[in-house]
């Protein structure tokens, strides 16, 4: 078996960078087992014992082979209870997509939401699926971190990309409607509850952009799709976020990283919740709604 250790310093797990394979010892009942060896690996800053609580409850439930897969945590560095949320990769083919894909009805309640099983396996199937015309798999993204243990709720869904606009692949936004209709499936919601106008109106907005990743929160309310959007430069974010019609500062986001400029090369990436309601910042992220 191999597992793919998560980078200690990554703070955006949903980006899932590339791991390397690393040996380990056979004989782990499942990933909490193996995470319970690598605890002392991230630093207590990080993950505290409530925090290590919250993750044993949930990879506890999941096979040894989702070590194989990319994984990762989520951390809030201004919460001051030192918890993370979980993110894990499924790619067609793999042991840990084929988990999921056998969950049943009583297996699957706090591991995936009820529309989870029929929508992956229709992703996997499928030769002209999003997953199989992208290429790039799909998240799943456990919110641990503002729940009792063994007590959340469904995980969000994400839609990726490769991370980068390639002609050979399909593009996320390339059929917003098709898009759409894939995220009201698996999050269990009518047809039509998410606002494709607002979506294809967001898309139209950000031209210069790519949607890098589409998904949904059921865990977190009423229908929303959340985008996140790169290829956008510091110099473009101000407008990208006026022709977005975002309700905040944008010249405040743009300040944000324009202070940062004498460090690094920097390039925006947008996390956004679009609804009828319009565009926001994704609850519980803060005010500015910049990567």
């Known amino acids: 078996m191999t597992c793919g250790l998560p980078p200690n310093a990554s703070i955006a797990a949903r980006d899932i960078p590339e791991v390397r394979p690393i040996p380990v010892e056979t004989g782990y009942t499942s990933l909490g087992s193996l995470l319970a060896d690598m605890q002392g690996l991230v630093p207590t800053g990080l993950i505290g014992e409530g925090g290590w609580e919250r993750v044993q ?13 990319r994984f990762g945590f989520e951390f809030d560095l201004f919460d001051p209870n030192t918890t993370a949320d979980f993110c894990l990769l499924l790619m067609p083919g793999s042991p840990i997509t084929a988990f999921y894909e ?22 996997t199937r499928d030769a002209q ?14 919110d641990l971190a503002q729940t009792l243990p063994g007590q959340h709720g469904p995980p969000g869904v994400f839609m990726a990309t490769s991370g980068s606009i390639d002609g050979r692949k399909a593009r996320l936004d390339g059929d ?19 606002d494709l106008e607002e979506v294809e109106r967001v898309r139209t907005a950000a031209a210069g952009a790519f949607v890098a990743q589409a998904g949904v929160m059921p865990g977190r309310g009423g229908p929303a799709v959340r985008l996140i959007l790169q290829g956008i430069t510091t110099d473009e974010l101000e407008e990208t976020l006026k022709r977005l019609k975002w309700s905040g500062d944008s010249s405040l986001a743009a300040a944000c990283l324009s202070d940062l400029s004498e460090f690094i090369a920097l390039r925006a990436a947008l996390s956004l919740d679009v609804s009828s309601r319009g565009v926001s910042p994704p609850p519980g992220d803060g005010d500015v709604p910049t990567h």
């Open 102 to 123: 056998g969950q049943t009805a009583a297996t699957a309640p706090l591991l995936v939401g009820p529309g989870f099983r029929n929508f992956l396996r229709g992703q």
């Open 57 to 69: 409850a949930l990879t506890t439930r999941l096979p040894a082979c989702a070590a194989d897969a």
């Open 129 to 142: 699926s999003l997953l199989n015309r992208t290429g790039a798999g799909i998240i799943l993204e456990y």
């Open 176 to 194: 917003p409607a098709r898009l759409v209709a894939a995220l009201e499936s698996v999050a269990g919601w009518d047809p039509g509850a998410i």
